[in-house]
T-cell receptor
């Protein structure tokens, strides 16, 4: 069965610091999709990114960047120059290629202090 | 609508009471999902609809949980004889296609059973 581990339960940083959120996944399937979602205090899950297992190219979107390494089964998320509005719970998740169910990690609570 | 709408936003139920949680997906979205998020945990899959057909209910924790989507749009998650362990946030998500993520989530219904 697949599994997603987010070892960091809580991270606290000061505004403008860079912060990396770790995600390690387990699956025996060769086709799968990895995701990051943001959950602000309002509760909804906001989709940030999806990567498929065949595309290990790193991605950058503004202050956000993602590092996908199949060799270590990791899909880490970095926020550069963090802002108070980045404060939220961040979830890493996995879907197998043959399926539709998201398997989530337990999430990392990021607090960015002014 | 512009997003996935869930109601009520908060629900307090006495143990043993029946509750009904509503989800209004994005208009035209074929796929609809329910997830349960316990405090401090990632969401966990409950059930999946494609139009009005419930294709997967493997995540429903007991036969007290029942979901329907009779006309292929609005969905209702019903919990009979609520127990304290049912306390959680119930999230609904919809998608224009069946799988591989990128779902739009609602803000959830926070159920507290006292």
């Amino acid at each position: 069965a697949q599994k997603v581990t987010q070892a960091q339960t809580e991270i606290s940083v000061v505004e403008k610091e860079d912060v990396t959120l770790d995600c390690v996944y387990e699956t025996r399937d060769t086709t799968y999709y990895l995701f990051w979602y943001k959950q602000p205090p309002s509760g909804e899950l906001v989709f940030l990114i999806r990567r498929n297992s065949f595309d290990e190219q790193n991605e950058i979107s503004g202050r956000y960047s993602w590092n996908f390494q199949k060799s270590t089964s990791s899909f880490n998320f970095t926020i550069t120059a963090s802002q108070v509005v980045d404060s939220a719970v961040y979830f890493c998740a996995l879907i197998l290629g043959s399926n539709y169910k998201l398997t989530f990690g337990k999430g990392t609570l990021l607090t960015v202090n002014p | 609508g512009a997003g996935v709408s869930q109601s009520p936003r908060y629900k307090v139920a006495k143990r043993g009471q029946d509750v009904a949680l509503r989800c209004d997906p994005i208009s035209g979205h074929v796929s609809l999902f329910w997830y349960q998020q316990a405090l401090g945990q990632g969401p966990e899959f409950l059930t999946y609809f494609q139009n009005e057909a419930q294709l997967d209910k493997s995540g429903l924790p007991s036969d007290r949980f029942f979901a329907e989507r009779p006309e292929g749009s609005v969905s209702t998650l019903k919990i009979q004889r609520t127990q304290q362990e049912d306390s959680a946030v119930y999230l609904c998500a919809s998608s224009s296609q069946g799988g591989h993520g990128g779902y739009t989530f609602g803000s959830g219904t926070r159920l507290t059973v006292v």
